[in-house]
């Protein structure tokens, strides 16, 4: 038997329950449906003995898939056609550098929330090609929560607002969108679509695939056609977002793998029952973990306040470092990978998007205890 062959059986005998409960914050874990559905897929999709993977990005099967991934996000948004969606290539940071390169008109200034070590690299990418301000900086807090509207003091008349709704290193979220009357933009890559928000009140909402959505190598980008009638003139036609609009994200050969699986994971989201039954699940899986931080008796000590905490990145450390690596190196023996926090923050992180099982969950809140009993 080839390795491949083998291979191949090891995937079709392996359950959901007995795969390592992956903490990843990204490349992420992904449903267990969308992810059997890929692999019958990849050998022949919608019945024409062609796989996914080796289909033209023009015929009738991949308009198919481009044209459910679109309604997918539509309706998980809830956004009308005053808003284009649209798949690019490249992730989170091609956006930072594309909003700044289409929207940041001369002359005028873009404002960003800076929560974070993403936020931050979101406005330098932009600083290359126009004046920016920074409407808030929680550098000295080591962003530890994100800001509360007094905390926020933007330039006059900003060409956009840009935050991060979701600061995936320091585990920290905002429960309501930024206050303003400017257009609004916001890189939710780490949690598109794992609770309500009000995308049709943004210009443009962006999230790279490779956390909550799909593959790494695509983006999905929701934006008002009001914000494209600002487009700056003058780019390359790769680079306007315009252009992608026109030729519904095929201006050339897209990512089809990664927009094939969002369109799964929009479909997955949808059967589960949207984004408010994703948004309580996500509720009670994070509840698990912050109750065995929050009963620990100081032990496990959150980054987050608790104004601002993420239900996707969970991020906790003890008083000692060398305690902290003995736990990641227990949890790993007892199948719990991709603990180690961000080098910035250090500690643990665990991240639990839509498609991470509850009894992962219960699982680390379980040897959490355990931990702090016999270490405390
Ligand atoms: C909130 C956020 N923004 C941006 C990025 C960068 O995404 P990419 O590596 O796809 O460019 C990440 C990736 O971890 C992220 O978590």
């Known amino acids: 038997m080839s390795q491949t062959q083998s291979a191949n059986d090891a995937v079709d005998t392996l359950s959901n329950t007995e795969r390592t409960y992956n903490f990843s914050a990204g490349p992420a874990v992904l449903p267990e449906e969308v992810l059997r559905q890929a692999q019958r897929d990849l050998w022949d999709i919608d019945g024409t003995g062609i796989g996914v993977l080796e289909h033209s990005h023009r015929d009738a099967t991949i308009d198919r898939v481009f044209e459910e991934a679109e309604k997918g996000c539509r309706e998980l948004a809830g956004i009308g056609d005053d808003h284009a969606v649209l798949f690019l290539s490249g992730g989170a940071c091609q956006q930072f550098a594309m909003l700044a390169m289409n929207f940041l008109t001369p002359g005028r200034t873009g404002d960003y929330l800076v929560t974070g070590n993403w936020a931050r690299t979101a406005r330098s990418y932009a600083d290359s090609y126009g004046s920016t301000h920074a409407a808030y900086d929680g550098t000295d807090c080591v962003f530890d929560h994100v800001p509360a509207p007094e905390e926020i003091s933007y330039s006059d008349d900003p060409v956009y607002v840009h935050y991060c709704s979701n600061n995936t290193i320091y585990g920290t979220s905002y429960a309501e969108p930024p ?3 400017a257009p609004l933009i916001a890189d939710m890559s780490s949690e598109m679509f794992s609770r309500p928000w009000d995308y049709s009140a943004h210009a443009m909402t962006y999230a790279c695939a490779q956390k909550n959505l799909g593959p790494a190598g695509g983006s999905c980008v929701i934006i008002s056609r009001e914000l494209l009638e600002r487009t700056n003139q003058g ?7 315009e252009d992608h609009v026109a030729k519904g994200s095929r ?3 897209p990512p089809v793998f990664t927009v094939y699986m969002m369109g799964l994971a929009f479909r997955w989201i949808s059967e589960q ?3 408010d039954q994703m948004a309580s699940r996500n ?3 994070a509840g698990l973990i912050y109750d065995a931080i929050d009963g620990s008796g100081g032990f496990w000590i959150p980054h987050a306040r608790e104004d601002s905490r993420s239900m996707m990145n969970i991020n906790f450390r003890t008083t000692d470092p060398e305690l902290d690596k003995r736990f990641i ?3 790993h023996q007892h199948g719990m990978s991709a603990l180690k926090g ?3 923050v250090g500690g643990m992180r665990a991240s639990v998007y839509n498609a991470f099982p509850r009894q992962g969950c219960v699982q680390l809140a379980e040897m959490m205890r355990e931990f702090a009993r016999t270490n405390g």
Not at 235 to 241: D, W
């Open 179 to 181: 206050r303003t009357e």
């Open 235 to 241: 780019l390359p036609k790769i680079f306007r977002y």
């Open 251 to 253: 201006l050339n050969t």
């Open 273 to 275: 029952g949207g984004v």
């Open 283 to 285: 509720r009670e899986k």
């Open 329 to 331: 190196q227990e949890a």
């Open 342 to 344: 961000h080098r910035s």
